[in-house]
Structures are given as C-alpha cells and as structure tokens.
C-alpha cells in the first residue's frame, strides 16, 4: 500500500451497530465517490476494526499537503450534503489528522493493516523518525507484509471549524502515525507484538501513551473508479 501522494487525511471513529448499515451505504455510494472527485485525492480506503465491533479507519492519500486547504476541499467541508448532515453525528470519538507523509514503503492495497498513534518524548523526534523509517523499510519487504509508512500531524491553520467538524462536534487529533499493511494478518498481528509492540516504540523514543488498531479492509477507491461510474 504505497501512499499515493505526500500528505493524508487518518481518521478513527466508532458507528453504532444500528447505524452500520446505513453508514456503510452512505460512506461507499456518495462520500466516498465525493471525495474522490475533489482534485488532489488520489485514493481513499476504509478499514473495519477487528478488535473492537464498532471501530472504523479511513484513509485519504492527496497528491500535496496544500490539497487539505484548497478551495476544492472546503467547499465540500462546508456544504456537506443532505445525507451527510445526517450521518455526521453518528462518527462517535471522532480523531482526524491532517499529515504530511514523512516516510512510505511498498506497494500495493493489502487486506490487513496496523495503526500506531504515538508521539515522540520530548528532545527525541530526530531519533524516533530515524529508528521508524529504517524499521519501516526492511519491514515493507517482508513475506506477509506489502506497506509500511510514517505521517506526522501537520494541522493547517484555519479560521473557524468546518460545517462538518461544527455537526459532528470537537474532533480529536493524532501526533505521529504508523501505518502496516499485509496480505497476512497474522504477520501483521505479529509485527505488532513484536517489532512494533508498545515497549520497542517507547525504547524508541516514544512516550508512553500508544494507541494500536488493528483493521481489514471493506473499501478502497480512486479518481478512476469515479470516472467510470
């Protein structure tokens, strides 16, 4: 899962399962192809947790980090659609980081993927982006595994809150972000044990509070795929 531009959009939210249905339409049918018809999208993926039964992942790959302050985007932001004003307040413990993409290895959309949330100890950033992206990059070609990139939380400055943040309420934010993909879950769960397990992150230079997800695929879609709509 190489990423497909230099800056992303990560996101961790939880639907209710009376509302999974409904959201699962919506996200696939309208969002989805609205977004990927924003100029500077390149793809967009959406991942079911496998740890917790109401935890959902979304990933937006964009060609440059000035794409999350283009006209294009806001006026999306801001004009959400009918339907999206509804499902908006269903998106429970919204977390949304807009990131630069500071390292990215492989190639390829894989079924698994691992998030790690983390941030560096004070003092420590050159040292821990060092560690991840030599680690990331000997991982990305192991048997099992097909991706491993690194985003850093670069929130732009903006005026006020979108119409979108303003329906769903106060979102929450990332710092660093670790993302693995594989075709093999249990390589991934492995990893994540191991290698990337909480205590060789903090060794690292991480600070203590690390968040791991665990999550499969359900969709993934492009520019092209609208256009052949």
């Known amino acids: ?22 959201f699962s339409d919506w996200h696939s049918h309208e969002h989805f192809p609205e977004r ?7 793809r967009g993926s959406r991942w079911t947790s496998t740890t917790d039964a109401e935890g959902f992942f979304v990933l937006y790959e964009l060609e440059q980090y000035e794409v999350l302050t283009s006209t294009g985007y806001l006026d999306r932001l801001n004009a959400p659609t009918p339907w999206s ?3 908006m307040p269903h998106h429970l413990g919204m977390v949304r980081s807009q990131c630069r993409v500071a390292a990215s290895f492989g190639g390829g959309v894989a079924s698994s993927l691992a998030t790690v949330r983390l941030s560096p100890e ?18 990305a070609q192991r048997p099992g595994l097909t991706g ?26 990332a710092d660093w972000i670790v993302l693995l993909s594989g075709y093999d879950a249990n390589v991934v769960e492995d990893v994540t044990a191991g290698q990337f397990s909480p ?25 092209q795929d609208v256009a052949a709509t």
């Open 1 to 22: 899962m190489s990423l497909l531009g230099k800056a992303a959009v990560a996101m961790w939210w939880s639907i209710r399962p009376d509302q999974r249905e409904e």
């Open 36 to 42: 990927m018809s924003i100029a500077g999208f390149r």
């Open 85 to 87: 004003t509804k499902m």
């Open 122 to 139: 004070a003092g420590r950033d050159a040292e821990l982006q060092m560690s991840l992206t030599e680690t990331l990059g000997a991982l």
């Open 148 to 173: 491993g990139h690194l985003l850093l939380t670069d929130t732009p400055r903006m005026s006020a809150p979108t119409t979108e943040q303003q329906i769903r309420g106060k979102d929450g934010a």
């Open 199 to 223: 205590s060789s992150f903090r060794a690292a230079g991480a600070r203590e509070d690390i968040l791991v997800g665990r999550f499969r695929l359900s969709l993934t879609m492009t520019p």
